[in-house]
């Protein structure tokens, strides 16, 4: 079993900031990518962000230079700074992690992805 807690989502005006946090806890073992994806409504499940366990990151054309991704792994944790927010940001962001269920990782890495949370940018 695998557990997400998400936060930092809700209501900012158009320019404003948002950090988004996800923090995965439970049968979860060596970690490799961790990421965000988001989903307006109406909308398909877009990628947003990435980031490689080596600390590769990639990002979605529309939020460059606006948006940053980091993790802490300590904490198993995926972090999404937001800055100079557009109305088109508004959608429930998600995290995603690659992960093991089990320290050998019998069965190979999953995807797993937190409960989403939120955001919506309006004046």
């Known amino acids: 079993q695998v557990q997400f807690v998400e936060s930092g989502g809700g209501l900012v005006q158009p320019g404003g900031s948002l950090r988004l946090s996800c923090a995965a806890s439970?049968?979860?073992?060596?970690?490799?990518?961790m990421g965000w994806y988001r989903q307006a409504p109406g909308k398909q499940r877009e990628f947003v962000a990435r980031?490689?366990?080596?600390?590769?990151?990639t990002y979605a054309d529309s939020v460059k230079g606006r948006f940053t991704i980091s993790r802490d792994n300590a904490k198993n944790t995926v972090y999404l700074q937001m800055n100079s927010l557009k109305l088109e940001d508004t959608a429930v962001y998600y995290c995603?992690?690659?992960?093991?269920?089990?320290?050998?990782?019998?069965?190979?890495?999953?995807?797993?992805w937190g409960q989403g949370t939120q955001v919506t940018v309006s004046s």
């Open positions: 980031l490689t366990s080596s600390l590769t990151t």
């Open positions: 995603t992690i690659s992960a093991c269920s089990n320290n050998l990782c019998a069965g190979g890495a999953a995807n797993y």
């Open positions: 439970g049968s979860i073992f060596n970690i490799g990518a």
